[in-house]
């Protein structure tokens, strides 16, 4: 079972980079889950302490907007990571998210994962770059979609909410 978890982290944003030892290391630091349809696997707003990648599955990613309507971000399957903010900031959970049919996914507790890295396992090093890596093309794909609604001519409430962001950035 171990080395079929393994196998399926290998082919996750974060396994590749790891060798087959490594995924076995972080595969025995978590915990393995199943959802099903419609079932939450993250609350927005909730302390998060764990991280998922998914193995199997579609899951749906929604956000509240400033009018309390829970808006469609989006889905993502296999190999994809979720939680990885509350897991490195201690932060709350930033969107919610809900399976779209049966989904597998490893859960991996924050304890666990700052143990591996006190031990400078490699595995936990890797992971965290892979993380940083997720981190910074999601950074880059939002900045590209800024730069479109701003050449589209944003509305006022868009203007609003973007000096909101620009104050929050300078404190």
Request: aromatic share 2%.
């Amino acid at each position: 079972m171990t080395s079929e978890l393994g196998q399926l982290l290998a082919r996750t944003d974060i396994g590749r980079p790891l060798t087959e030892d490594e995924c076995a290391t972080l595969v025995a630091a978590g915990r393995v889950q199943v959802a099903f349809n419609d079932q939450a696997l993250l609350t927005e707003g909730d302390r998060g302490d764990t991280m998922l990648v998914l193995t199997e599955g579609e899951v749906v990613v929604t956000k509240k907007d400033q009018h309390g309507e829970e808006r469609e971000i989006c889905r993502l399957g296999e190999g994809s990571v979720l939680g990885e903010i509350s897991l490195l900031c201690d932060a709350p959970r930033t969107a919610n998210v809900k399976a779209a049919d049966t989904v597998r996914y490893l859960e991996l507790p924050r304890d666990a994962f700052e143990k591996l890295l006190e031990e400078q396992d490699p595995a936990a090093t890797k992971a965290a770059v892979a993380i940083a890596r997720i981190l910074g093309q999601r950074q880059a794909k939002l900045n590209e979609r800024l730069l479109q609604v701003l050449s589209e001519g944003p509305s006022d409430d868009v203007r609003r909410v973007l000096d909101e962001i620009v104050v929050e950035w300078d404190e």
